[in-house]
C-alpha cells in the first residue's frame, strides 16, 4: 500500500483534524469567506500564509499586483508556522472556506490532491503566459505533484545545511570540512561555545512541532541509521539508532547550544545567527534570506556552508518547499490563481530583487533564479550548496535501512502531522531538562506503534 492512501485514520488521523477543527473555528474570525465580494466591485482573495521574512516582504510589495488587478482586493491572514498548519489543515479538511489561496509544502501536497481538496494548477499554469511551471527545480516540482500535474507551486524550496562563521573558526585554527560529521560539529560546538562573551557553539531547534525541533533532528536521526518505522510498521523510535541519534542531539543543545533551546525554532536560530550570538547553525537552506540581507544580519559576508552533517548516511539535507495550492472550496479560483501566479512568477523574483535586495530573493524555487547575473553575484557562496542539497536530497530513499514510507524530515502519511507533533513534544520536553531521552523515545515509541498496528491491518 502507497503511505498517504487513506484521509487520515486511527487515533491519529480524521478524529484529530476535525477536533482540531472545532477548536480553531472560532480563531479564524475575522477573514473574509473565500471569494467574498467587497465594497467597490472587488473580488477578496484571503491568503493564508506563514510570517516568515520572505512572506511578509510579499505582503509589502502585494499593492503593485492590486495596481495591476484593480478588480481584486488581496487579504492577508500572517499565522505563525504552527498555527498556520492547524487552521489550514482544519480549514481545507473540513471544506471550511475561509481562504481562497492557502500556504502549505510538499507534505500536505499531494495527500490533498489524491483527497480532492486542491484545484488542479496546472491547468492554469499552462494557460498563464511566460509562467513555465518546467522551470521549478525539479525534484520540487515532482514533490508538489500528484498523478503528474502540480496542485501547489513552489514560493520557496529548501535542503538544509550546516552554517557556521569563518572568521570564528579561522580564529580558533579551525577547518570545516568538505563533508562534515555530527561528531565534528559537536567538538566545534564544544571550541567555540563561550558563555560569557554571550556566544553559543550552535543553535538547533528544540521547539515543539513536527516542523519545527523534528525537521532538523529527524534528518539527524537519518544521518545515525535510525527510522520511524521497519518495512512492516513496526515503530523503530526505541531502536539503538534512534537513542544515540537523539541523545546526540539533546546533550549537544543542551551543553553548547543557544540559551532557551526548548522553545527555539527557525526564527529563533536565524536572530541567533545573524545578531552574532552563535558559532554554527543547522538548519534550512532558505535561511540565507536573513543572513547575507545587510539589513537584518551583522554576518554578512561572514557565513561559511558546508553540507548536511553525516554519519552512517551522507546527503541527509532535506526537501521541503512553502507552497501556494487553491483549496477547491474556493469560490473565485481564477482571482486566486491571478494572485498565486503572480507571487511565485519569474517577474516576481526580479522584483524583489531589484527592490529589496537580491539576498532576499526567494530561494530555491525556479532554476532560472540562478542565472540571474546579480542573483548569482549575491548567492555564490550559498546558492551552489543550495542546489547541490536540493537535487541530492531522495525523499524515496530517506533511510540507511528500508522503510515502508517516504518523506526525509516528515513521513507522507496523514497521521504524522498528530504523530509527529506527540512526538516532539517528548524531544522538546528533553531538550529543556523535564524528562530524560529514554522516557521520551518510550513514550515516543507508544504513539508510534499506535500509527503502525493501522497500516499493519491493512497489509
Not at 162 to 185: H, N, S
Request: hydrophobic fraction near 40%; proline fraction near 6%; include cysteine.
Amino acid at each position: 500500500m502507497r503511505p498517504g492512501k487513506r484521509l487520515a485514520a486511527g487515533p491519529f488521523g480524521k478524529l484529530a483534524v476535525v477536533t482540531m477543527a472545532a477548536i480553531t473555528a472560532l480563531t479564524v474570525g475575522g477573514c473574509a469567506g473565500a471569494g467574498s465580494f467587497g465594497s467597490g466591485g472587488e473580488d477578496t482573495v484571503t491568503i493564508a500564509i506563514v510570517s516568515n521574512s520572505q512572506m511578509q516582504d510579499a505582503i509589502s510589495l502585494s499593492d503593485k499586483f492590486e495596481a495591476e488587478n484593480p478588480g481584486i482586493k488581496l487579504k492577508f491572514v500572517s499565522l505563525s508556522e504552527n498555527e498556520a498548519r492547524a487552521k489550514i489543515t482544519a480549514s481545507v479538511a473540513t471544506g471550511g472556506g475561509e481562504f481562497d489561496v492557502v500556504m502549505i509544502s510538499n507534505f500536505e501536497t499531494p495527500q490533498w490532491a489524491e483527497n480532492g481538496w486542491l484545484v488542479n494548477l496546472s491547468d492554469y499554469a499552462r494557460e498563464t503566459p511566460n509562467y513555465d511551471e518546467q522551470d521549478f527545480i525539479p525534484s520540487l516540482r515532482k514533490s508538489l505533484s500528484y498523478d503528474g500535474d502540480l496542485y501547489s507551486v513552489p514560493f520557496y524550496g529548501e535542503s538544509s545545511f550546516l552554517m557556521y562563521r569563518k572568521d570564528l573558526f579561522e580564529q580558533a585554527g579551525l577547518t570545516m570540512p568538505a563533508q562534515p560529521t555530527w561528531e565534528e560539529v559537536a567538538g566545534f560546538a564544544a571550541k567555540l561555545d563561550d558563555p560569557d562573551a554571550d556566544m553559543s557553539g550552535i543553535c538547533l531547534r528544540g521547539k515543539p512541532g513536527w516542523g519545527e525541533v523534528l525537521a532538523p533532528l529527524d534528518t539527524v536521526i537519518n544521518a545515525f541509521g535510525g527510522r520511524w518505522f521497519d518495512e512492516n510498521w513496526n515503530a523503530q523510535l526505541d531502536s539503538p539508532e534512534v537513542r544515540r541519534a537523539v541523545q546526540f542531539y539533546v546533550d549537544t543543545v543542551r551543553e553548547h547550544g543557544e540559551p532557551g533551546a526548548a522553545t527555539s525554532g527557525f526564527s529563533e536560530c536565524a536572530t541567533q545567527l545573524a545578531q552574532g550570538n552563535t558559532a554554527m547553525w543547522y538548519d534550512a537552506t532558505s535561511a540565507v534570506s536573513v543572513l547575507e540581507d545587510p539589513a537584518e544580519s551583522t554576518v554578512v559576508g561572514k557565513i561559511g556552508y558546508a553540507p548536511a552533517p553525516a554519519m552512517a548516511k551522507a546527503d541527509n539535507g532535506w526537501l521541503y518547499s512553502w507552497s501556494l495550492a487553491i483549496p477547491k472550496t474556493s469560490q473565485n479560483p481564477d482571482a486566486a490563481w491571478k494572485f498565486v501566479s503572480w507571487m511565485t512568477s519569474k517577474d516576481y523574483i526580479r522584483t524583489v530583487g531589484e527592490e529589496l535586495g537580491w539576498s532576499r530573493v526567494p530561494p530555491g524555487s525556479r532554476l532560472s533564479t540562478y542565472e540571474i547575473p546579480e542573483y548569482k553575484e549575491a548567492s555564490a557562496a550559498f546558492g551552489p550548496p543550495t542546489l547541490a542539497a536540493m537535487a541530492a536530497a531522495d525523499p524515496e530513499k530517506p533511510t540507511v535501512q528500508p522503510v515502508p514510507y517516504t518523506g526525509i524530515q516528515f513521513l507522507t502519511i496523514p497521521e504524522f502531522q498528530d504523530l509527529g507533533t506527540r512526538v516532539s513534544q517528548q524531544i522538546s520536553s528533553a531538550v529543556a531538562g523535564r524528562t530524560s531521552v529514554d522516557d521520551a523515545l518510550k513514550q515516543a515509541q507508544k504513539y508510534a506503534e499506535v500509527v503502525g498496528k493501522t497500516y499493519q491491518e491493512e497489509q
